[in-house]
């Protein structure tokens, strides 16, 4: 059980390759704190967490877990909040239900997910399963906006070490193709709630025979509240997979399908789907009634179909065959035959994209060769900012990350701003009707004409986060004076509404003339020529944009986004600061359990680190907690300086190797610090034993990797192995303490 207490930091228990990397770093972190007066604390947000979490009734009272999310959704909303969050899993169907089964076989009595609920007791276990899937940690915790950049030292070491760029060619055949209408984007409604209208509205489908559901009741929508609503046809949807598949069979293309099945956890994973059933027609079309009858959903990819249909030679040699006459897919991994259709959490469309970008629009076929590829984003929202990308750089060649500018991100996402495809607002449409969101007064706010499968959606902004967004992007361009682009389309029903907020309040602090409004495709061209100079360039855009430019520009500017400094400034007084992103987590612990080797870099949690005790100090007026940060920085600056990086390879330093680095310089700067005599006097001696027994400690270190190593599990790994692996270093571990 977590702290009943709340410490002067929180720093969250998360998944995979961060998580595995917090066992060697936090004792080192809550040493060094200690010494200050500061406590660190945690909380658990990881999948199996979560799952333990809302089944107490399930589990005998040694296993019962508590709810620490709810306690942290309730923490953020407090001055008091400081809260360092690390990248977590945020599950589709097959990850979750393979999470389920992990905790079983640990002797959890969970119920199993259950795929067509028939009980009541079915009904409730898939409602609070239905509840941790997707992106359900961040919209609890992110209860402010988002101000994300590059630390400066991080910056200019990219600067001075460059990544690998892949070289692009003028006649690439790798492009981007959209939906030109039936999508989300060109069904669009969207308005401003007024004063009569605000309250608690309902959405109803209303079928062709007059029949009424109300499909939701009770959705919050107070005055002011930007409100979206709309859907994507199914037929539109499966005729434009369709002309995709044969035309990248034409082209001699890789067919690769990108969206985000983890973050738009409804609606997503049902596209998703879709593409499975149209690049599988064939099979489906044959093999329906006994697909069905093994339980096949094609929403959960074809391993997990391929695993259902194994003692099946017939319809697994017709699986064959179909993929066989279709166009070769982009791969996860080639090596072992995971296909871009494989699992919807496999691939992430702000991790997949600018990697795709970064290697010169190559994408990695079944052959285990790279390819030009057909780079299929169904909705047309925010897919002309990859287009513009790749039609920018096939023109003028890939950007120079020794020279290039930088590019911040202020992003709109408090209070579940712009949460497209992940509320229980979206819905599979049932049959033939039209579908209505009505306000609390009766006015109707939107009303579409739909079809039976078509997703329809709602989402909204609330008029205090809107606000709060534009008032940081203020700040952020005064601090910055550099230029500052508002990624918004006139044309586009959301933006439109947004607009009408943006600029009357710029006009009101007299700051117009620093600010620009473009729509997402004419600013992708306009930052990336200003970075090409060498110039920095701030983008000022909603929730989905902000996650995939601040994927987008760091992968092209530091080779990651794992390395992002990450604040938000939550709207009550706190702060929760990001350690950058998580996407190839899984890939780490995959090396680590065959070669204990942890490439995962912890830079994002150092950057974080630093501005989480710098806010302390503010925050509780702790002057040496303040020293802490600064020697934080520094150490920061030390890891990048002197290369103690992870290394990729087995037999190199690793993770641990290079938390033991950070520790040392950690030390170091606080031994030499003249602000507060008692920490130099504490750290000094720590200082110099962490000195003098480098060769040991890195001894100690190398001589554990190349073999494999036992965790205890995947998800829910037992603690005592994990930090034994972790920690695996005596001469450290007396010395940290």
């Not at 897919?383 to 003028?396: C, G, H, L």
Request: with cysteine; hydrophobic share 40%; net charge negative.
């Amino acid at each position: 059980m977590a702290e009943t207490q709340t410490p002067d930091i929180i720093y969250t228990q998360v998944d995979e390759a961060p998580e595995l990397a917090s066992y060697s770093l936090l004792p080192i972190i809550r040493s060094f704190a200690d010494a200050a007066g500061v406590s660190v604390g945690t909380r658990d947000i990881s999948l199996s967490g979560r799952i333990l979490a809302a089944f107490p009734d399930a589990l005998t009272e040694a296993q019962k877990q508590s709810d620490d999310l709810a306690i942290l959704g309730d923490l953020v909303k407090t001055p008091d909040a400081n809260v360092i969050k690390l990248p977590n899993i945020s599950a589709s169907v097959p990850q979750l239900v393979a999470a389920i089964k992990e905790l079983q076989g640990q002797g959890y009595a969970l119920p199993d997910y259950p795929e067509a609920p028939s009980t009541d007791a079915e009904k409730k276990a898939r409602a609070a399963y239905d509840a941790i899937k997707g992106s359900a940690v961040n919209p609890v915790l992110r209860e402010g906006n988002s101000d994300r950049r590059a630390a400066n030292a991080v910056k200019k070491y990219a600067m001075a070490n460059p990544h690998s760029m892949g070289t692009w060619s003028k006649d690439s055949k790798t492009k981007v193709s959209s939906m030109s209408g039936g999508d989300f984007f060109s069904n669009e409604k969207s308005l401003t709630l007024t004063e009569a209208q605000a309250g608690a509205a309902k959405i109803v489908h209303v079928a062709a025979d007059g029949t009424e559901t109300v499909l939701k009741d009770g959705v919050s929508v107070p005055a002011g509240t930007v409100v979206d609503t709309t859907f994507m046809s199914a037929k539109a949807l499966d005729k434009f997979l369709a002309e995709q598949i044969e035309e990248t069979k034409k082209d001699g293309t890789l067919f690769s399908l990108h969206m985000k099945a983890t973050m738009m956890k409804v609606s997503d994973p049902i596209i998703f789907g879709h593409a499975v059933r149209e690049y599988l027609k064939p099979v489906f079309d044959k093999y329906g009634d006994e697909l069905k009858a093994a339980g096949v959903n094609p929403n959960a990819g074809i391993g997990d179909m391929m695993e259902r249909i194994k003692d099946n030679a017939e319809i697994t040699q017709a699986v064959e065959g179909a993929m066989d006459a279709r166009p070769p897919m982009y791969m996860v991994n080639s090596d072992k035959g995971i296909t871009n259709l494989h699992v919807p959490s496999d691939v992430i469309i702000d991790a997949s994209m600018p990697a795709l970008i970064r290697a010169g629009g190559k994408g990695w076929g079944p052959d285990n060769k790279e390819h030009d590829t057909n780079c299929v984003i169904p909705d047309n929202s925010y897919a002309p900012v990859y287009e513009e990308s790749i039609n920018y750089f096939k023109e003028t060649g890939a950007l120079d990350p020794t020279t290039s500018g930088t590019v911040q991100n202020i992003g709109l996402m408090a209070q579940k701003a712009e949460e497209y495809g992940s509320h229980p607002t979206t819905f599979e449409i049932p049959a033939d009707g039209t579908v209505k969101m009505i306000a609390a007064n009766g006015d109707v706010i939107s009303e579409h004409s739909v079809e039976a499968n078509d997703i329809w959606r709602a989402a909204s902004a609330r008029k205090a986060p809107i606000e709060d967004w534009v008032q940081l992007a203020i700040d952020r361009q005064k601090a910055e004076g550099c230029e500052a682009i508002f990624w918004l389309d006139e044309n586009r029903a959301h933006d439109a509404e947004l607009i009408a907020y943006v600029k009357p309040i710029l006009e009101a602090k007299g700051v117009a003339d620093k600010f620009q409004i473009m729509s997402p495709a004419k600013a992708t061209r306009q930052t990336l020529e200003t970075i090409r100079k060498g110039e920095n360039s701030i983008a000022i855009t909603g929730n989905v944009l902000r996650d995939y430019l601040t994927d987008l520009f760091p992968i092209l500017e530091l080779g990651t986004s794992a390395k992002m400094l990450s604040i938000v400034k939550l709207m009550q007084g706190g702060g929760l600061f990001e350690t950058g992103a998580g996407g190839s987590a899984p890939k780490h612990v995959q090396q680590l359990v065959e070669e204990n080797h942890l490439r995962w870099d912890s830079l994002g949690e150092f950057c974080a680190l630093g501005e989480s005790l710098k806010f302390l100090a503010d925050q509780k007026d702790n002057a040496k907690a303040a020293v802490l940060g600064k020697a934080v920085d520094a150490a920061t600056q030390g890891i990048l300086d002197n290369n103690k990086s992870p290394s990729r390879k087995v037999g190199e330093p690793d993770n641990r190797a290079s938390h033991y680095y950070f520790a040392l310089y950690w030390a170091q700067a606080l031994a030499s610090q003249s602000d507060d005599a008692a920490l130099a006097e504490h750290f000094a001696p720590i200082a110099e034993k962490l000195a003098a027994n480098e060769d040991k400690i890195m001894a100690e270190l190398a001589e554990v990797q190349g073999k494999p190593v036992d965790l205890g599990g995947y998800f829910h790994s037992d603690p005592a192995k994990t930090e034994a692996v972790m920690r695996p270093s005596a001469t450290l571990n007396a010395i940290i303490g």
